[in-house]
């Protein structure tokens, strides 16, 4: 058997972006399963595997974008819907708040939108909820009895879910924006009430003609966040 060549791997890992617009290239459905089949391979703490993946194409894609939108673009309807959960801290501290703020202002700046442009920037963040016209969206729920260690799970599934895209040539952009409509998502996908949302996705294949696809995001070196005890 043949020595694995990790750098294949370290490919689709390395490879990965935020992509923010898709071309309208089908994703066949039976890759979406290959897909997320090998996702489910990852490390799960005494293998609960809490992931429930809620897959949206076509018509079903349509109309969930269709109703969250309605919501997002009723100022007044949009103050009652609120996350169950804090996603970012109430509190921004450094160097946290200067990443966030710089990929703000990078992808910003690619697109033209000012600071203070309060109509483009409601524009541009509306296109998540399209998700950013990729062929394929996934709603991620959790049960609500599970708590921190799943969190962790969900988390490595999502990003093996990522690679295993990438491999197949494919990119996603995972979106936390999906959380603030739990209220608007569950009626729409049938979820029980002991589901709630964790995340969402966009997949297909990049629009590399599109200016915001063209941002690299940044990581610190490895000495700045490693510390080797010996």
């Known amino acids: 058997m043949p020595a694995p060549d990790p750098r294949a791997v370290d490919e689709a890992i390395t490879s990965r972006r935020s992509v923010r617009a898709f071309l309208p290239t089908e994703v066949p459905l039976e890759t979406v399963r ?5 996702a489910a391979r990852s490390a799960s703490g005494t293998n609960i595997q809490p992931w429930q993946v809620h897959v949206v194409t076509g018509a079903a894609k349509a109309n969930l974008s269709r109703e969250i939108l309605t ?30 703020r ?3 202002w990078d992808l910003y700046g690619l697109l033209g939108i000012g600071k203070g442009d309060r109509e483009r ?17 996934m709603i991620f729920t959790i049960d609500r009895s599970l708590g921190y260690a799943a969190w962790v799970d969900y988390g490595m599934f ?3 879910l990522m690679t295993a895209a990438r491999g197949r040539g494919l990119h996603t952009c995972p979106q936390f924006a999906f959380v603030q409509f739990q209220r608007v998502i ?14 969402g996705m966009s997949l297909g294949y990049e ?24």
């Open 34 to 38: 290959e897909i997320l089949t090998v």
């Open 71 to 100: 919501v997002f673009n009723d100022p007044a309807a949009l103050a009652q819907h609120e996350g169950e959960f804090p996603i970012y801290p109430s509190e921004w501290k450094s160097p946290f708040i200067d990443r966030r």
């Open 102 to 104: 710089k990929v703000g």
């Open 121 to 137: 920037t409601h524009t541009q963040h509306a296109r998540n909820f399209q998700f950013f016209d990729a062929p394929v969206g």
């Open 158 to 160: 999502m990003a093996n």
């Open 186 to 199: 569950a009626p729409c996908l049938g979820l029980p009430d002991n589901e709630r949302v964790l995340c």
């Open 207 to 230: 629009d590399t003609s599109a200016i915001e696809n063209s941002l690299r995001t940044e990581r610190d070196p490895l000495d700045e966040w490693t510390t080797f005890h010996s």
